[in-house]
């Protein structure tokens, strides 16, 4: 997991193909303009998902793993925190990984939680199983989601 500002992104676009791409993406668009609602830019390799959502709490956040695709959580307004656990150190899980969804959640707790206010983001890898949207009123965010193993 990596969790970092906007103004620091160029410090990860080495670490796959599609972040500079997913970053330069944040810089030029006004998401605050887009509805809530799912955006391809490359494809399935580079998705952008917008959501304006009500916080939860801690008790009723989920965490949840991927495998085909590493999250970059962008909070673009709100006060949100996310929770973390190596998901190799979780052991509860709700169901059996979801192919169509790519996701599986689990009922361990987070191992920590890290506030992330407006203009920064996490960075989740299929090893890191997440609980996002866990705050007090709305939340405006942007989650990409980037093929581990993007086709071009």
Not at 43 to 69: F, P, S, W
Not at 84 to 93: G, V
């Amino acid at each position: 997991m990596i969790f970092s500002s906007l103004s620091q992104s160029s410090r990860y676009t080495a670490l796959h193909p599609l972040f500079q791409r997913a970053f330069d993406h944040i810089r030029d668009t006004d998401f605050f303009a887009l509805a809530p609602g799912r955006y391809n830019i490359v494809g399935d390799d580079l998705i952008v998902i917008v959501e304006q959502v009500q916080g939860k709490t801690k008790e009723h956040a989920r965490l949840e793993a991927h495998r085909k695709y590493i999250d970059i959580q962008l909070v673009l307004e709100g006060d949100e925190q996310m929770g973390w656990k190596p998901l190799s150190d979780c052991h509860n899980p709700v169901s059996e990984h979801s192919e169509e969804k790519d996701i599986r959640f689990f009922l361990d707790a987070p191992a920590s939680w890290v506030a992330v206010p407006p203009d920064h983001f996490c960075i989740f890898f299929p090893e890191d199983a997440h609980a996002p949207l866990v705050g007090n009123g709305a939340i405006r965010k942007v989650i990409f989601k980037v093929a581990v193993n993007p086709a071009k």
